[in-house]
């Protein structure tokens, strides 16, 4: 039984909502006070790559490139049925060959791509009757790499569904799961890569120039750089031309047409049958060196034969990959078995390229940053004052209005340095996503801001530059260019905003800030990017969302998060009836990004029996922002919680 908001168990953050009632939409030719972006427009060019992003747990680039040293996916030959090699740390990896074109037609060229996907196998031996099948990962984005995911947290979530009593228990019941993720098309290690860039120097030195813009006080002119800046990436890399030719396919055509959302659907169903192929293969050769009798093989047989055409999903999408796990749902509604969405897209917005929907919980997340901060005490939180919170937000106000026309001067060992108010705006921003492990360093660094001090912010600045250039292949550069898929992605998925004025944007922007006045221009720049946007995708599902055909989904959000919503998860369930909605009372974006071993114990049932939490069900989380650091009692917890625990520590970055 889930705890309740009256539950004694568990810590339960309470807030204020507002707008509790209040009905928003975008209504059409919305003027609002232009004047008043002056100097909010400053901060576009920075926001694309932070908004729906589960950001980057990849680490640094040399960190990557030492995880994934010992393996070349090169040396796998792609194929059309799931062939596994040993990869990494107990993985299995495979590159499954699949069409550019699913839809093409008997005189078109057959070109096909290589899915990279990376396995943690289950437990059990398929032939095992607690053999639960496979669940598939997304871990958001879009463009995040899957098989970076699973490095990061494979085996924690596989922790997390599995049966929680011990394997070697003759009596138990539960499953146990084979994982898996995959960089979906243009991204990563899935080949051919999309990127916008022809090389790691030239992407370098073009987010350089990001930095520049903004630092003009003349808002005006820095609106101009943002636009031009972020049309002139998305004009070039719609371009077949680009990057020299380098998201040119073999048939001329744009690989920007063909990595929509549609095709990675119609490719998670051909990862489902090839594994379906796979598993009968894998008994098949396992009981021929069994000594079980005939009766009982049979019976193994028959639980693992392949049900071709008939075979289910088992998916886990966070962020993105909700979008992902709806639109899935949506187009094949009867190939669902499980699915949870978890930090929910609202599905019919972004297909409409709106993103209006979003935004909605930033303004209340930063009032809680401050309430956080005041409850924590000095010692926690260093932002801290006996005034209040209401006065702790004041001051913060009057230093961002005092930074908006005078950046802060600094220097430090990798020379001077200017701190903008794009960048405070940013660093907030993202903290947004992971308050348990950003809340307290982001106090500090305001701390220091506050009093004229920048040494430290300027620190942190200088570990996002890249100052030596590794040795990359073109190939490897191109993978590395995480925001060039993002970009192919969303505007292809979305309608066509391809030449929408200037005009027309702004009054988006202004619509933008009466949901944030602080955040709504910064949440505007996704939009932006696609304005720069011509190609478009041969295949794109525009809806409708939603099904009465489908299993029962499990939709799982945060009572406050700051890209997707919670009103999204429970607008969303309504339209695949008997769905559920599971309320974790925390902040951040997605639900590990704060540890409930409530919330994993409701996951873990629902991929074991389909059981799905009660309606009104609601999970407390089991530590706080600022709080994070008490470790009174610790030892005493159960393993899942330290598993979710160290799980939040990084995650989502």
């Given at each position: ?190 080949t051919p890569v999309f990127s916008c860039f022809p090389d790691l120097p030239s992407r370098l030195a073009w987010d350089l120039q990001r930095d520049t813009i903004g ?95 008939r075979e289910q999903l088992q998916f886990w999408g966070f962020s993105y990959g909700s979008y992902l796990g709806q639109t899935f749902a949506s187009m094949q509604p ?320």
């Amino acid at each position: 039984m889930l705890q309740d908001a009256s539950h004694k168990s568990g810590i339960l953050i309470h807030v204020r909502r507002t707008d509790e009632g209040r009905k928003r939409a975008f209504p059409d030719g919305y003027r609002g006070n232009i004047i008043k972006l002056a100097c909010a427009a400053i901060v576009l060019s920075a926001a694309f790559r932070q908004v729906w992003q589960l950001r980057s747990w990849n680490g640094s680039r040399a960190d990557r490139h030492d995880r994934t040293a010992a393996f070349n996916w090169g040396h796998i030959k792609p194929t059309q049925t799931l062939q596994y090699h040993a990869c990494f740390d107990g993985y299995e990896c495979a590159r499954l060959e699949v069409p550019l074109n699913w839809n093409r037609t008997a005189d078109e060229e057959n070109i096909n791509i290589a899915i990279a996907i990376m396995k943690k196998p289950a437990r059990v031996p398929v032939t095992d009757p607690r053999y639960g099948g496979l669940v598939i990962f997304n871990p958001g984005g879009p463009g995040n790499s899957g098989v970076q995911f699973m490095l990061k947290y494979g085996v924690d979530l596989q922790f997390i569904l599995d049966n929680k009593a011990d394997i070697t228990a003759i009596k138990t019941q539960g499953k146990y799961f084979d994982v898996m993720s995959f960089d979906p098309r243009g991204v990563n290690n899935t080949t051919p890569v999309f990127s916008c860039f022809p090389d790691l120097p030239s992407r370098l030195a073009w987010d350089l120039q990001r930095d520049t813009i903004g630092a003009a006080i003349n808002s005006n002119e820095s609106f101009r750089q943002a636009w031009a800046y972020l049309q002139a990436q998305s004009n070039s890399c719609s371009n077949v031309h680009s990057a020299g030719g380098l998201n040119t396919v073999s048939n001329g055509e744009h690989l920007g047409e063909y990595v929509s959302t549609a095709s990675v659907v119609r490719d998670m169903v051909e990862m489902i049958e090839r594994h379906g192929e796979w598993r009968e293969k894998s008994a098949v050769q396992l009981l021929s060196k069994s000594t079980l009798k005939d009766s009982a093989s049979e019976k193994v047989l028959n639980r693992t034969a392949w049900q071709r055409g008939r075979e289910q999903l088992q998916f886990w999408g966070f962020s993105y990959g909700s979008y992902l796990g709806q639109t899935f749902a949506s187009m094949q509604p009867h190939r669902v078995k499980r699915i949870v969405v978890d930090g929910v897209v609202d599905a019919a917005d972004y297909a409409r390229t709106g993103w209006a929907k979003n935004a909605n919980d930033v303004e209340e997340i930063l009032n809680l940053f401050f309430t956080s901060c005041f409850d924590a005490g000095p010692k926690r939180c260093e932002l801290y004052s006996d005034a209040g919170p209401r006065e702790m937000q004041h001051t913060f106000n009057q230093v961002m209005k005092t930074i908006q026309y005078s950046p802060l001067r600094t220097w430090n060992s990798k020379g001077p340095s200017i701190i903008t108010y794009k960048d405070v705006i940013g660093l907030i921003f993202s903290a947004f996503y992971t308050p348990l492990n950003d809340f307290t360093k982001t106090a500090h660094l305001l701390a220091d801001v506050s009093r004229g001090n920048g040494s430290s912010f300027a620190a942190l600045k200088a570990q996002s530059h890249t100052t030596t250039c590794p040795s990359l292949s073109p190939a490897a550069a191109a993978a590395e260019d995480r925001d060039s898929s993002t970009l192919s992605i969303v505007c292809g998925d979305g309608e066509s905003i391809y030449g929408e004025a200037q005009e027309k944007f702004l009054e988006y922007v202004a619509y933008m800030n009466t949901l944030s006045p602080t955040f709504g221009t910064f949440m505007s720049a996704v939009h932006l990017s696609c304005i720069g946007w011509s190609v478009r995708p041969k295949w794109r599902f525009a809806g409708p969302f939603g099904t009465d055909k489908a299993n029962p989904i499990l939709f799982a959000g945060q009572l406050l998060d700051p890209v997707t919503p919670l009103k999204n998860a429970i607008s969303g369930a309504k339209l695949f009836p008997g769905s559920s909605v599971l309320k974790q009372n925390g902040v951040g974006h997605c639900t590990l990004s704060s540890p409930s071993v409530c919330t994993a114990k409701a996951i873990r049932e629902y991929f074991q029996t389909g059981a799905l939490p009660e309606k009104g069900s609601i999970c407390g989380v089991d530590v706080r922002p600022f709080w994070q650091n008490d470790e009174d009692g610790y030892e005493r917890r159960g393993k899942l919680e330290k598993t979710l625990r160290k799980i939040a520590d990084t995650f989502p970055h």
